[in-house]
């Protein structure tokens, strides 16, 4: 860069998927525990990314293993670099046209529970903090939805189709 040398460190880790799962009019959400956390937590579903796995491969296998449904319709909304500190970007999908197919086959230390909410409940979900492993530009629209019409049918439109 400019001539001279020094080494700066950086971590790496597995890339992730999250998931908005549509279920007919529907929001999937799940609450989770896990033995490092010392409280359930609200999140959408979501994993790591296997080691030559590709992203949509990821998310479809982690949505099928965490919730039992599988989706016809997937979009990939956003790829982003999570942090420059860490290697580790997160790939936001929505997949719609969801079945369940079959039950959970969840990780060893895995508890979780699936909750079907409505898009409006979704917003306030978002807006009150108490889902807290969102990516950051659903955050931001869910927020602005909340407060502005136009921007609600919007963001309804771009989760649910149509």
């Known amino acids: 860069f400019d001539g001279s040398t020094e080494t700066f460190e950086r971590l790496r880790r597995a890339g992730t998927v999250e998931i908005i799962l549509v279920v007919d009019d529907k929001i999937l959400i799940q609450k989770q525990e896990q033995p ?15 080691p030559g796995e590709e992203p949509l491969a990821a998310a479809k296998r982690e949505t099928l293993e965490e919730s039992g449904y599988k989706a016809d319709t997937w979009v990939l909304i956003d790829s982003i670099q999570m942090t420059s500190k860490i290697d580790w970007t997160m790939h936001l999908y929505i997949a719609r046209d969801s079945k369940k197919i079959q039950e959970q086959k969840l990780d060893a230390g895995e508890k979780i529970e699936d909750q079907l909410v409505s898009f409006d409940k979704f917003i306030d979900i978002i807006e009150s903090n108490e889902l807290r492993h969102i990516h950051e530009e659903i955050r931001i629209l869910c927020i602005r939805a909340k407060h502005h019409k136009p921007s609600y049918d919007e963001l309804k439109k771009r989760i649910f189709g149509g």
């Open 36 to 50: 490092a956390r010392p409280d359930p937590y609200l999140c959408l579903v979501g994993g790591r990314i296997d």
